[in-house]
C-alpha cells in the first residue's frame, strides 16, 4: 500500500524501512533506486542521518525508560 503517496515518497519510505530494519542490507541498488526518482546524494544522505538520529534517540530514551510526558499521551 502506498496510501496515495508519490513515488518518491515511497522509494524514501522503503529505503527508511530498510535501514531501521535491516541496515547492513542495504546494496548499490537500494541507493540508485532513490536516486533514480530523483533524489540527489545530499538527498539521500539527509535521509540516512535523519533516520539514524531519530533510531539513536529513539533508543537512548528506551533504554533509559524514559516515558512521555503526560500531556502528550493518546485520549
Given at each position: 500500500m502506498?496510501?496515495?503517496l508519490d513515488n518518491?515518497?515511497?522509494a524514501m519510505f522503503r529505503y527508511v524501512e530498510q535501514l531501521t530494519r535491516s541496515?547492513?542490507?542495504i546494496e548499490p541498488a537500494?541507493?540508485?533506486a532513490l536516486r533514480s526518482v530523483g533524489f540527489s546524494d545530499r538527498d539521500i544522505l539527509d535521509i540516512a542521518e535523519v533516520t539514524a538520529?531519530?533510531?539513536y534517540v529513539n533508543r537512548i530514551a528506551d533504554g533509559l525508560g524514559v516515558t512521555v510526558e503526560p500531556w502528550l499521551a493518546d485520549d
Open positions: 502506498t496510501a496515495g518518491r515518497r515511497v541496515p547492513a542490507d537500494d541507493i540508485e538520529y531519530f533510531a
